[in-house]
């Protein structure tokens, strides 16, 4: 199974907002809405920051929004701060025959 | 608080096999399945595979054929074999929480070891 795909690389001015797109398949994105988002600060443990789709984990920012059409997952990084410069990774339960997870190669996020 | 923490040998030489245990606290592994994630120097994430504590398991298709995933509910751990490694295999290993209810997410990670391969 292919990695879903992000861009590379996106950038964004403190206080502005980004939008990271997550692109998949019928058997993966498009299938459930079983999409989730991770943020990844250098050297440290990705932590989650919105599962289901658009569903924030208690603590997580407000700022952190997602959504989904069709086969294209999006996460909106709103008022952008410093510290939300990181990685970002999406990833999506898939329904091949592996039936576990695939995930995103990841999208770095410079504020 | 559910924490989990990654040990076994950091460095593995080539051919041989890779062997991580994940040790679960603050929650049995009774419940909810267990993944291996890999990260190599640089690189992005990659799912290796995860675990039901009834033995049921699901593996990246890339990786299926050499590794397996077991798990021991009476010491509340579970653990990773990867075989034949070589240098690409080289990577940070993370054992993470996985919440099948709230659509497969890794809710809960480890802090990660970084396991080298070399002579």
């Known amino acids: 199974q292919s990695a879903l795909t992000q861009p590379a690389s996106v950038s964004g001015s403190p206080g502005q907002s980004i939008t990271i797109s997550c692109t998949g398949t019928s058997s993966d994105v498009g299938a459930y809405n079983f999409v989730s988002w991770y943020q990844q600060h250098p050297g440290k443990v990705p932590k989650l920051i919105i599962y289901d789709v658009s569903n924030r984990p208690s603590g997580v920012s407000n700022r952190f929004s997602a959504s989904k059409s069709g086969n294209t997952a999006s996460l909106t990084i709103s008022g952008l701060q410093a510290d939300d410069e990181a990685d970002y990774y999406c990833s999506s339960y898939a329904t091949t025959s592996t039936r576990g997870l695939i995930i995103g190669g990841g999208t770095k996020l410079t504020v | 608080q559910v924490q989990l923490h990654e040990s076994g040998p950091r460095l593995v030489k080539p051919s041989e096999t890779l062997s991580l245990t994940c040790t679960v606290s603050?929650?049995?592994?009774?419940?909810?399945?267990w993944s291996w994630i890999r990260q190599p120097p640089g690189k992005g994430l990659e799912w290796i595979g995860y675990?039901?504590?009834?033995?049921?398991?699901k593996y990246n298709p890339s990786l299926k054929s050499r590794v397996t995933i077991s798990a021991d509910t009476s010491k509340n751990q579970f653990s990773l074999k990867l075989t034949s490694v070589t240098a690409a295999d080289t990577a940070v290993f993370y054992c993470?929480?996985?919440?099948?209810?709230?659509?497969?997410?890794?809710?809960?990670w480890g802090q990660g070891t970084l396991v080298t391969v070399s002579s």
């Open positions: 993470a929480r996985t919440n099948m209810v709230r659509g497969a997410s890794l809710d809960f």
């Open positions: 675990i039901h504590y009834s033995g049921t398991t």
């Open positions: 603050g929650g049995s592994i009774s419940s909810y399945y």
